[in-house]
């Protein structure tokens, strides 16, 4: 029996050893460069590490690769099975994944797709298909009911005097807190604001009831409990076990108390919002629980990274005196002294150092750290091969934190956006692309770009606009601005801010 037992565990052993062997060295990837890192979960496993309360690991490590010049253009790491994850470290490379890999051949179908893991464990945490985790046909017909109440002809006149309001109100308590001398955490209120813009434009109502979801401001609670899902472990067990309710514990009360919410606000939907114009295209005909999971899943997609990317800005902007300066300059030139009332699209549009603003944050604290895609057939990646069925990571991190495009990366350094020249850097030797010409890649490229690009960025230069135009802000003391991924990158210490009146400012 002992003997059977010790035989058949030599006998796995074996076979698994030959697997991981075959797979490893006979991979047209097997001579590419290893990233120099040795975290298990990312280089054995080819997932996330589980987040804890100490460095960014998934971060450094990124930056790492990417500054690394020998992992350039990619560099592999073989997981515990021998499959390949290819970090791709190039501008040149992430083109030709996102772009020319996403675009579909009529008869092969794109070269990549969404990355498989991140699909499954969505599906499985939204409770069935949506826009952010479907792919082929049943993803392109929800982008194209959705994607025209996003681009900005539509969203611009609906939604901007809405976010023009909640940010005045915001405003009224950075006031008290400039009276009262006090800190503010800004991270939370922008998370606040963000649920509400996104709310008001699905449904195109300000009276949703929130009471079902315990108030308006417990959404982002339940949004941050169904987050857990994707880091539950036990997510990932096989044979089914991942979808029984005890694996989903921790997330299935918010995700069917935040369904009950969107069925509720559906059915009181404004005829002109996005909610009732994706009902009214007869898409959706018979497949009510699909528009369900889509409203969920854009308000997932939308509300963190928009508000924690505000909230960098803020960091940012409260620790360099000098950069508030000259932004003030700007948006007082263009809006005027507060209070403003009238702020259109054309005025946010020349605020051009806000816009370096945001863009310079997005550099450095890029809410999405990577693009996970998965390759469906032989895909060339800035001159190499990746072969069918390896997964890619595009390495966003590392790729914005890399010297060679972005001289000491480091530095918040909004002059690296402006097109005029000041900022004294030329077309790049490598990948020969100035800084103000880099593409939007934090919102990713391609077929799949960001849907609500359009309605963050409104979000994002209203907010800084009327708040530089009014408070000059300092960073509390000791408050120290910290990175942690929980799915996207979050300030892992708050934003503590100090605001003043600028009018005071200017008079003292
Ligand atoms: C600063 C804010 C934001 C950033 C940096 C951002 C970034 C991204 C990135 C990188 C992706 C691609 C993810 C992947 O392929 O794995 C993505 C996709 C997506 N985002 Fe955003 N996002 C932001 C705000 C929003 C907002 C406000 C919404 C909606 C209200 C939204 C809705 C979506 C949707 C639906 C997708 C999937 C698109 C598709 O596959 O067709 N995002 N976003």
Redesign the pocket.
């Known amino acids: 029996m002992m003997i059977d037992f010790t035989n058949t565990l030599g006998t796995v052993t074996a076979l698994f050893l030959l697997n991981y062997a075959f797979r490893r060295y006979m991979s047209s990837l097997a001579r590419a460069p290893q990233p120099a890192g040795s975290n298990f979960w990312i280089t054995r496993l080819g997932v996330v590490p589980p987040p804890h309360d100490g460095e960014d690991i998934l971060s450094q490590f990124l930056i790492d690769v990417g500054q690394d010049r020998r992992q350039s253009p990619i560099s592999v790491c073989f997981s515990l099975m021998g499959s390949p994850l290819v970090l791709v470290n190039t501008l040149k490379g992430i083109k030709d994944v996102l772009i020319d890999g996403q675009t579909k051949d009529k008869q092969l179908g794109p070269c990549v797709q969404?990355?498989d893991l991140?699909r499954r464990i969505q599906n499985l945490v939204f409770g069935g298909p949506?826009?952010?985790n479907?792919v082929g046909e049943d993803?392109a017909w929800?982008?194209h009911v959705?994607l025209p109440s996003?681009q900005p002809k539509q969203l611009v006149p609906k939604l901007l005097p809405y976010v023009v309001e909640q940010s005045t109100e915001i405003l009224a308590l950075f006031n008290e807190h400039a009276s009262q001398g006090t800190a503010l955490e800004v991270d939370n209120v922008f998370t606040d604001l963000?649920m509400n813009?996104?709310n008001y434009?699905?449904y195109g109502r300000r009276d949703l009831n929130f009471e079902m979801v315990g108030g308006r401001s417990n959404l982002k609670n339940e949004h941050l409990k169904l987050g857990l899902g994707f880091q539950s472990l036990e997510a990932w067990l096989p044979f089914g076990l991942n979808e029984t309710k005890w694996a989903q514990r921790s997330y299935r009360p918010s995700r069917e108390l935040l369904k009950d919410f969107i069925r509720d606000s559906l059915s009181h939907a404004d005829p002109e919002s996005v909610a009732a114009l994706a009902m009214a295209s007869g898409k959706y005909d018979n497949k009510h629980e699909a528009l369900v999971n889509?409203m969920l899943?854009?308000?997932f997609?939308?509300?963190d990274?928009?508000a924690?990317?505000?909230s960098f800005c803020f960091s940012e902007l409260a620790r360099h005196p000098e950069i508030q300066q000259r932004v003030f300059e700007q948006v007082r030139q263009v809006l005027g002294p507060p209070p403003v009332t009238s702020i259109t699209a054309d005025k946010l549009a020349q605020l051009t150092l806000v816009t370096a603003v945001?863009r310079e944050t997005?550099r450095k604290y890029?809410?999405?750290v990577f693009?996970?895609?998965h390759v469906n057939r032989d895909t060339p990646v800035d001159g190499q091969i990746v072969p069918a069925g390896a997964e890619i990571w595009c390495n966003?991190r590392g790729l914005q934190m890399n010297p060679d495009l972005f001289p000491n990366p480091d530095e918040f350094n909004i002059d690296r956006w402006l097109a005029d020249g000041s900022n004294g850097f030329d077309d790049l030797a490598s990948g020969g692309v100035s800084q103000h010409r880099f593409p939007d890649?934090?919102?990713?490229l391609g077929?799949?770009?960001?849907?609500?690009?359009n309605?963050?960025?409104l979000?994002?230069r209203t907010m800084i606009a009327l708040t530089v135009n009014q408070f000059a802000m300092t960073l509390k003391p000791g408050n120290r601005i910290e990175t942690k991924i929980i799915l996207?990158t979050k300030p892992k210490n708050g934003v503590w801010v100090n605001f003043k009146g600028r009018d005071e400012v200017v008079s003292s």
């Open positions: 969404r990355g991140i949506s826009i952010n479907a993803w929800r982008r959705l996003f963000t813009v996104i434009y699905l889509d899943s854009l308000t997609a939308g509300y990274t928009t924690h990317t505000l945001y997005l890029p809410a999405v693009i996970p895609v966003i890649i934090t919102f990713t077929q799949h770009a960001c849907l609500g690009k309605l963050a960025i979000e994002l996207t």
